[in-house]
């Protein structure tokens, strides 16, 4: 046993998206991602849609070579809500929840909120970086990302993203 406690943060932002839910949820989906967000990359495991739904998991790299890995936990296209986990092993897990509400007369206000949590002392050091100033250059990066596509249907230039 050890004396170990993981530093929890976490962040709430409400994004305004260029389309009604019907257009955005779509869009919230570890293949659709590839066409809004630059550079995304992810492994497929298990979908038996293709797609997400309820108990997709995947992958997406890290930078040092590790793998994060995710799970929809939560799928619902009839409310537009879903939600995710993913867990660096030996650093930082992360719960995400998404939930979409039409705004008239043709958009979407998307709540957004992180929880992070550290698995070790070096986990806790990279989630105390996750301030708000972070969070919400992070959360302003995939709103203009998003809805660019929305509104062109095409991906962003990444050199002009972040």
Known sequence: MTDFQGKRVA?????????PPEQVFPLLCPVREAEWVPGWQHRLIYSQSGVAESGCVFTTPNEDGTENIWVVTEYDPATFRIAFAWVNPRRVTAQIRIGLQAKPPQETTARISYTYTGLSPEGNREVERYDENWFRHKMQSWETAINHYLRTGKLIDAATWE
């Open 11 to 19: 962040h709430e932002y409400i994004q305004t998206n260029a389309a």
